[in-house]
């Protein structure tokens, strides 16, 4: 099995930044693919960002392109999500998923196999 925890999230001022961290733990072999998605109040859940699994590749929604940027750390088989210019519509419940089954998912949030809680992001104007 595979665990998934995500931290960093808080309340922030518009034009603020945040670093959201993705922990994976369990028999993740040292290789998944992420994608980090949001929900706010109400809404949806959407894709925000995802990495293949060698970190080569990134897809990054057009809402946060320019704002937001995606890293990871194998040695501690952690990902961030660096978020930047935050404005009051990047305020939602921030999940972080994860799948070893497929290099890079993409978009879909089916095709991740493990997900955290969530952590929530708030930006107020």
């Known amino acids: 099995q595979v665990q998934v925890v995500e931290s960093g999230g808080g309340s922030v001022q518009a034009g603020d930044s945040l670093r959201l961290s993705c922990v994976a733990s369990?028999?993740?072999?040292?290789?998944?693919?992420v994608g980090w998605f949001r929900q706010a109040s109400g809404k949806e859940r959407e894709f925000v960002v995802a990495?293949?699994?060698?970190?080569?590749?990134?897809y990054y929604a057009e809402s946060v392109k320019g704002r937001f940027s995606v890293s990871r750390d194998n040695a501690k088989n952690a990902v961030y999500l660096q978020m930047n210019s935050l404005e009051p519509a990047d305020t939602a419940v921030y999940y972080c998923?994860?799948?070893?089954?497929?290099?890079?998912?993409?978009?879909?949030?089916?095709?991740?196999?493990?997900w955290g809680p969530g952590t929530q992001v708030t930006v107020s104007s």
């Open positions: 369990g028999r993740t072999g040292g290789r998944f693919a």
């Open positions: 998923a994860v799948t070893l089954e497929r290099s890079f998912p993409g978009t879909s949030a089916r095709l991740y196999d493990y």
């Open positions: 990495m293949s699994d060698s970190g080569d590749s990134t």
